[in-house]
């Protein structure tokens, strides 16, 4: 059995990409922080790179580390599950940490089983809520599972660190505070790093806004009579920088292509944001979307069932309602620079 | 060439009811399907053995007794044979303990070069036996798998879909895959399949017939406990705004602006 009060410490991954530390990287800060402080002890930010800016390894102590830890080599200059996992679970055995947060991004996802099976860790995924045990101090990490229809709190009674991914965007990176200290801790990466995957080239996505991970969706559905009509969505997409998705109907008449169809027969998506622009909400619509963190919907029908899983619902005429929406969401989006 | 895919029965969404003192699902009584995105490994496994890049396709599962089905399900798509891993000390398994078994019955099946997993399993959601599978083996793992561009001499080419694009890597054989629906749709069971499906034997394994310690299967052996289930707040509480003229107009927008700051997204 592990002896649990020898781990001390709170960590989280700063993912890096051509040696800058991805958005995620300073996001994870803001759940570290809350963790470090009830457990009285220190964020730390592991930094895997090859490269690493000096300015953004700055920027993580302004917005939260106590401690960046870094490792650099060649190796890690794109991600490989293999050494990265071998770094990772080398520091994990060396510090010794309570507690170890990552992105649920591809690589996150990737990295974090590889190395809780290294080090027999309890790891959980896609958490959406993170606390401590007042009675153990131990991690509490909630998630919903089977589709979104329950949620469940799961802990990790011994087995230390307590490991878990948490979704992109669901959190602010904290305020930058330009005169927070902390300290920048290099370590040497193990001696071999070896990979039995090569990356041989990258093909960057033409559109990087693909539905199924996008943060926000807006949605067009038959409310919106003709494709004449589909620059106001898009607009109201462009002004919230969302993906365009749409429900059946709207595919079926041709007016927009199958890849961007969200239902049973399209594309499940559980964005932070979903907008339904004149969408009635069809079972088979609803069951695409209903994850969704916040809904929006807009429909001159008030009897619309897509208002049964909306936060906000606007009756109305969207064809009034989209263009000073999208005004003032610009306007918002302006004044905040 | 062998190639062993991983498979999960889960119950079909929607039905779904939770034993609320132990934390776990109640399969009983509910329909139980193959998990629709291990579908994808499957046809990944099959269009590879048709290509003449594999002689042998082997579908392993561990659940409860019914699970024989997912793998007769399996077969009836054109898996050459099945495993069932099944016996109560694997029951209450998270993902560290599931993957600890899987790779432990690939490593008893023997001669793998390639494992291929669904990206995820629809009831818990995780992604995380793929990965966890290959760190057991100690093998390379290749996730969100979208493509395979070429499969020859001890090495496999594959299209790896990522938050901003496509990568592609080579990785050398064995080597563990998770895909994703880009591979390919998967084929529905063919009727020579479906024959084949009934009269196969499908070996049914327990704890004696792999290399593992008892310490480390089902509940006991799961670093994490579910220690709390609810349900989510579904039923939103709908806040409606009527808009009739230019000033509720203005006045909803304005709603929904301040709405989407409380909610961290402007």
Redesign the interface.
Known sequence: MTDTDEYRGVWTIAETAGGRVARVGFELLARGRLLAEKRGTELTAVVMGSGVGEEDLAELIQRGADVVLLVEAAELE?F???PF?ACLAGLIRRHKPEIVIAGA???G??L???????V???????CTGLDIDAETGGL?QTR????????????????RPQMATVRPRS??PPERDAGRKGKIVREEPPAKLT???????????AD?HTLG?AD?VVSAGRGIKKSDNLPLVYKLAEA?DAAVGASRDVVDRGWLSYPHQVGLSGKTVSP??YVACGISGAIQHLAGM?TA?????INSD?DAQI???????????LF??LP??T???RQ??ID?G | MRIAVPIKQV?E??A?K?DEAT?T?IREGVEAIVNPLDLYGLELAIRLREAGGADDVVAISMGPPMAERAIREAVAMGCDRGVLISDRAFAGS???AT??VLAAAIRKLGGFELVICGERA???????????I???LD??????VSKVRGLEAGRI?V??????????????LP?VLTVVKAIGDPRLPTLRGKQKARKVEVPRWTPADLDVEAENLGLSG???????????T?A?????????D?A???G??????A???E????
């Not at chain 1, 208002?307 to 005429?317: E, H, L, T, W």
């Not at chain 2, 093998?139 to 969100?144: A, H, I, N, Q």
């Not at chain 2, 799961?222 to 989510?232: A, C, L």
């Open positions: 794109h490989l599950v293999e996992a991004t591809t690589s996802r990737t974090m089983p590889y190395v809780a099976v290294k027999r860790a309890g790891l959980t995924a896609d509490l919903p599972a089977i589709g979104g229809n329950i949620m469940a709190t799961i802990k990790t009674p011994t087995a959190t602010r990979s039995r995957v090569r990356r041989v080239e990258f093909i960057p996505a990087v991970e926000i919230l932070r944001l209903q963190e916040a809904i929006v919907a008030p208002f049964r899983v909306a936060d906000i619902g606007i009756v109305g005429d009034e309602v000073v929406l005004e003032k969401i918002r989006k905040k | 119950p969404t929607g779904v939770m934390g699902m998270d993902t560290w993957s600890y629809t009831d818990g959601d995780t992604g995380q036996v793929g990965p966890g290959a760190s057991f093998l390379p793992v290749v996730t969100y080419i299209e790896r879909l990522v938050e901003d694009g496509q990568e592609v890597l080579e990785a050398e080597a799961s670093p994490t406990r579910v220690v709390k289930i609810f349900r989510p579904v939103r509480e709908c806040e409606k705004l009527q808009v009739s230019e509720s107009a203005q909803a927008a304005d709603r929904v602006v709405f989407l700051r909610k961290n997204l402007l």
